[in-house]
Nanobody
Framework: QVQLVESGGGSVEAGESLTVSCVIDNFPSFNARAMGWYRQAPGKQRELVASISKDGSTNYPDFVKDRFTISRENARNTLNLNLNRLKSEDTGLYYC?????????WGQGAKVTVSS
């Protein structure tokens, strides 16, 4: 059974940076799948904030472009997200999953809190 385990995050001031990571257990085809980072802000629906193809091409929505960077380590079944120049609206739980369709049960998420 595929298991998604997010880590990292924390509480920072606006303008600071954080990194969140995700290890995907029991997923032998990780290197053949596009992956994404999603976030859920308090009281809002979960949304995609970054995606990376199996070949390493990345894509971001405008509201995080030039601030967030997604990367993957195929040998370690790990997905990373660097969050820079954080804003209070970036507060939320960050999750990893396949993209464009999240195929697996969500992990516990990595909590990011940004105070202004």
């Amino acid at each position: 059974q595929v298991q998604l385990v997010e880590s990292g995050g924390g509480s920072v001031e606006a303008g600071e940076s954080l990194t969140v990571s995700c290890v995907i257990d029991n997923f032998p085809s990780f290197n053949a799948r596009a992956m994404g980072w999603y976030r859920q802000a308090p009281g809002k629906q979960r949304e995609l904030v970054a995606s990376i193809s199996k070949d390493g091409s990345t894509n971001y929505p405008d509201f995080v472009k030039d601030r967030f960077t997604i990367s993957r380590e195929n040998a370690r079944n790990t997905l990373n997200l660097n969050l820079n120049r954080l804003k209070s609206e970036d507060t939320g739980l960050y999750y990893c999953n396949t993209e464009p369709v999240p195929l697996y049960s969500w992990g516990q998420g990595a909590k990011v809190t940004v105070s202004s």
